[in-house]
Each structure stands twice: as C-alpha cells, then as structure tokens.
T-cell receptor, first 112, second 112 residues
Framework: EAQVTQNPRYLITVTGKKLTVTCSQN?????MSWYRQDPGLGLRQIYY???????DKGDVPEGYKVSRKEKRNFPLILESPSPNQTSLYFC???????????FGPGTRLTVT | QQQVKQSPQSLIVQKGGISIINCAYE??????FPWYQQFPGKGPALLIA?????SEKKEGRFTISFNKSAKQFSLHIMDSQPGDSATYFC???????????FGKGTLLTVNP
C-alpha cells in the first residue's frame, strides 16, 4: 500500500529536550515536505526537499532542522523545543510532475 | 502575508443541500489549485484539483469553479451528506518546488 508514515503519532515533551519526528514514504517520491497545522492558521510549510541532500526552508523554519540522506526518509528535528512549537505536524510527499501531495497521518506534539 | 484567503470558516448544511466554499489568491504564478479534505485524526487527502486553463471541473458530487480574472476558485458539494462533514482546505501551488500554500480551512457540518 502506497503511504506516508510518521512516528511517533503523539509526543509530549519538555522545553529544551531534543526530539526527532520520522517520516518515511514508499512511493519513490523525490519531493518531501513538512507542514505544521495550527487552529485558525491552516497548514504552513516548515521545510521541503526536492531530492536527496537537497533541502530548503519553507515559510516557518525557525526552530526546526531537517535532513534527507535517503530518498524515502525525511526526519524533522527540534533541537531545543519550545511551547510555541506545540502543534500538529504533517509530512507529505510527491513525485516529479505528479503535483498531488500525499500526507502522513500526523504527529501531535505538545511541548510543556 | 496570506496568499490564499478562504471563507467561510465554518459552514452548516442540511443533508441534501449544496455546500459552497470560496477561496481567493493573490499570486498570479499559481497554476495548480487543489482542494483537500481532512477528517479528525487524519492527514489531509486530495479531493479534487484544477488548473487555470479550465473554468470548471466536476468529479461526482464535487465541482471546482475557477475564475482566473477574479483570482478566485470555489468548491461546490452537491447533495451534501453527513459523511462529508470534515475540514476542507483550498490550496495553491506554482513553480518548481511543489509548495502548497493553504487557506485557513472550513469546517463543514452536514446535519442529517
């Protein structure tokens, strides 16, 4: 089954404790991205990757890092989480020329 | 700067009625306009999409109307059903990085 998976699905952590949210896709897609969803704000892009080793900032990159060492994986790293990063995070992927983006199930992060 | 404006924020419709959600965009470089449907606890899923070379696209009960000169597009859900109750996001994309710029979302409730 073609899908985007994220782990963990739920995470509660404390301010300053480094965490990683993993994202993996099995569709051989070149393009992957991370979005955060906040009430009343919709989805906003954090980072994206056009292909392996190629990443760039989206609209709200502050406080986040990403890496793309393999085509199928695109982890999101919060080196020093803060309460304003409490949000619902989605990973998405698409292939060249496809345009439809496939979203993962989401990771709900709470930073206290 | 909000590049895609979506209205209304919430919408209540009776079963069998027509649901209409509107979006307006600013960036004339956008050339792909999808609508995503999101159920609670799930990631957004592509519902229907349109390119600016056509004024209307219909898939089953769902229709996108597109007005390029007004920079507006809308989603019409005919014969709305309780199972259509979800949050709907319009989005726009253009250029080579596949980035989706989302509206803030519309919570649709279809009463039985």
């Amino acid at each position: 089954e073609a899908q985007v998976t994220q782990n963990p699905r739920y995470l509660i952590t404390v301010t300053g404790k480094k965490l990683t949210v993993t994202c993996s896709q099995n569709m051989n897609h070149e393009y992957m991205s991370w979005y955060r969803q906040d009430p009343g704000l919709g989805l906003r892009q954090i980072y994206y990757s056009m292909n392996v080793e190629v990443t760039d900032k989206g609209d709200v990159p502050e406080g986040y890092k990403v890496s793309r060492k393999e085509k199928r994986n695109f982890p999101l790293i919060l080196e020093s989480p803060s309460p304003n990063q409490t949000s619902l995070y989605f990973c998405a992927s698409t292939g060249t020329g496809i345009y439809e983006q496939y979203f993962g199930p989401g990771t709900r992060l709470t930073v206290t | 700067q909000q590049q895609v404006k979506q209205s209304p924020q919430s919408l209540i419709v009776q079963k069998g009625g027509i649901s209409i959600i509107n979006c307006a965009y600013e960036n004339t470089a956008f050339d792909y306009f999808p609508w995503y449907q999101q159920f609670p606890g799930k990631g957004p899923a592509l519902l229907i999409a349109i390119r600016p070379d056509v004024s209307e696209k219909k898939e089953g009960r769902f229709t996108i109307s597109f007005n390029k000169s007004a920079k507006q597009f809308s989603l019409h859900i005919m014969d709305s059903q309780p199972g259509d109750s979800a949050t709907y996001f319009c989005a726009a994309s253009g250029g080579s990085n596949y980035k989706l710029t989302f509206g803030k979302g519309t919570l649709l409730t279809v009463n039985p």
